[in-house]
């Protein structure tokens, strides 16, 4: 399989994804579980299917662009609103970012490492290692990148991001993940509680790190990415409960921006294993 990941990583973004866009249709065609979770999950954000259903093929996309992302080149990737950005890292408290299923969340953590690492050091991201060992490989492989840190989802990798903010660092989670038990609380999202994790609120709350909002956006025709930075409408509640509500708000308005390129198709609202 990796020798099979480092051939496609040579094929231009634009048949990647057009071959994961044929994916994508595939694997909602064929499996009714899989699309009975995605019109659920679509009918509970309150959507019509014509206004989504670009998300199919996206959720391919996704797939597509991975040996690129991973293995290729480099690909071309635009900013938007990234003045805040260089405001976050000059307050000197670290820096949290936030971004869901939405869009390539992968280009996100690169994008970042390669132009802020030098200036304001390492990007550390939370990383849930792959079931399969070689696909775990792959993407640690993959990951260990200049400027690029991972942290495991557990007690070790929470202190390792504790570390890296009060060294005025940055680092990045996706808080529309379903975490762990024991490592999450229940919380609206879409009008549906849903078990979300605490990490983000808590590390803000702990460090006074700036939280930004962002989400890459997948250009039509292969022609690359676009990122889109957001800062919060209000700041965290010192309540937990309270800001990690305040999380999936954010997060809500993130997806509404491009509700097409959500990831419809992932079980938000299941509840959590015991391990990581």
């Not at 994804?17 to 999950?41: A, C, D, T, V």
């Not at 050091?121 to 991972?150: N, S």
């Not at 708000?249 to 993130?254: A, P």
Request: charged share 20%; aromatic share 10%.
């Amino acid at each position: 399989m990796i020798q099979l990941f480092s051939l496609l990583s040579r094929l231009p973004l634009w048949l990647l994804h057009g071959m994961g866009w044929i994916l994508g249709w595939l694997s909602f065609l064929l499996s009714p579980r899989y699309r009975q979770k995605f019109r659920e999950n679509v009918a509970q954000a309150g959507y019509r299917w014509a206004s989504v259903r670009g998300a199919v093929g996206a959720a391919g996309r996704m797939v597509g662009e991975l040996p690129r992302l991973w293995l290729g080149a480099p690909t071309h990737c635009e900013w938007e609103n990234d003045a805040c950005v260089d405001r976050a890292y000059a307050a000197g408290r670290g820096v949290i970012f936030l971004t869901p299923h939405l869009g390539c969340f992968e280009i996100s953590a690169q994008a970042l490492a390669l132009r802020y690492s030098e200036r304001y050091g390492p990007l550390t991201v939370l990383y849930r290692p792959a079931r399969q060992p070689w696909l775990a490989k792959l993407m640690l492989a993959a990951r260990d990148r200049p400027g690029l840190k991972t942290a495991p989802t557990s007690l070790a990798g929470v202190r390792q991001m504790m570390r890296s903010l009060r060294s005025g660092h940055a680092v990045g989670l996706l808080p529309d993940q379903v975490p762990p038990d024991g490592m999450g609380t229940w919380a609206p999202f879409f009008g549906r509680d849903a078990y979300t994790m605490t990490l983000s609120a808590r590390l803000a709350q702990q460090t006074g790190a700036t939280v930004l909002l962002l989400w890459g956006e997948r250009l039509p025709w292969g022609r690359g990415f676009r990122l889109h930075f957001r800062e919060l409408l209000q700041p965290l509640a010192d309540d937990l409960a309270q800001a990690v509500a305040q999380v999936n708000q954010e997060m809500e308005r993130l997806i509404r921006e491009c509700p097409s390129q959500y990831l419809w198709g992932y079980a938000r609202y299941k509840h959590p294993k015991g391990d990581a």
